[in-house]
Each structure stands twice: as structure tokens, then as C-alpha cells.
């Protein structure tokens, strides 16, 4: 599982459908999160990426220093599903994403860290899972992280 983490100060994803815009997550300080799923990945890597997310140190305290996590700021997260996290672009002008998992697998997976995060007290706001959606950020900082769970197991 791949997370591209982003501090915000704000973060919106509208869903954008038959010409329509509709809003379906907004949050002020924290997380905009994009989430990739690939095959092999299960319940435990949900749950790393949660814990891990929960726990990042990345906010200033008082001296400046990224001592805080999202939890000590009372911060949110606005979790997107990404599956062209997975894309590989190495060979011809068109990526592939047969290392992306398939739908549902991706869902349910995303699903639960939208479980995980919220155990650990965070508000959690998402889009749509395989909707076309736009993404609106200010990343503060510039402060961006990736995790792979995969890299550590």
C-alpha cells in the first residue's frame, strides 16, 4: 500500500459527475492523503499506514521543531483513492496499472484504514471511490511524505 502524505492547511475533493460538481470531503488543518492499493496487500497494511499516519510527528511545536502528530494538533485527514500510485511508466508513453489491485479488493482496503484512522480518534473525510474527482490542496510547509508498507514487511 502506498500513501502520498501532504500537511495542508486546507483540502477539498469535489466529485465531478454528468457536469456537476459536488463536494464530498473538506477539512482545514492536516492530512490530504492519496491512497494506492496493490495486490498483495491486506489487513495489516491498512492498519500500518493508519497507525503510522496517526502518529507522524510533522506538525511544529512551540520551538519550531516537527514534533507534533496529527493527533497532538487535533488535525484531520481527507483520504483519497489513488490507483495510479501503482502506475509504471518505464517502458512506452502510456503507463500500465497491473500493479494496481483490483476494484474491489482497492475498496475494501481503502475502506478500512477510513476505519483504522477514524479508531484513532481522527475525522476522516474521503472522496468517491473510482469517480473522477478533483483535488484542492494548500500544502503547508511544503511538507510530503510517502510510505509504502510494502518496504517494510
Same mark, same amino acid.
Given at each position: ?12 475533493? /469535489?466529485?465531478?459527475?454528468? +457536469? ?7 477539512? /482545514? ?32 511545536? +512551540? ?57 484513532? +480518534? ?25 510510505? /509504502? ?5
Amino acid at each position: 500500500m502506498r500513501a502520498v502524505i501532504q500537511k495542508v492547511t486546507h483540502a477539498q475533493v /469535489d466529485i465531478i459527475e454528468n +457536469g456537476c460538481r459536488d463536494t464530498s470531503g473538506k477539512i /482545514d488543518n492536516g492530512f490530504m492523503i492519496l491512497l494506492g492499493v496493490t495486490h498483495n496487500d491486506n489487513e495489516a497494511d491498512a492498519r500500518y499506514i493508519a497507525d503510522k499516519t496517526a502518529n507522524l510527528r510533522i506538525f511544529e511545536d +512551540g520551538n519550531g521543531k516537527l514534533n507534533l502528530s496529527l493527533k497532538d494538533v487535533g488535525g484531520s485527514v481527507l483520504l483519497v483513492s489513488q490507483f495510479t500510485l501503482y502506475a509504471d511508466a518505464r517502458s512506452g508513453r502510456r503507463p500500465s496499472f497491473s500493479q494496481a489491485a483490483p476494484a474491489a479488493q482497492a475498496d475494501e482496503l481503502y475502506q478500512r484504514t477510513v476505519e483504522y484512522l477514524r479508531g484513532h +480518534g481522527l475525522t476522516v473525510e474521503t472522496g468517491h471511490f473510482q469517480t473522477h474527482m478533483q483535488v484542492t490542496l494548500c500544502n503547508d510547509g511544503p511538507v510530503t511524505l510517502l510510505l /509504502d508498507s510494502q518496504k517494510l514487511f
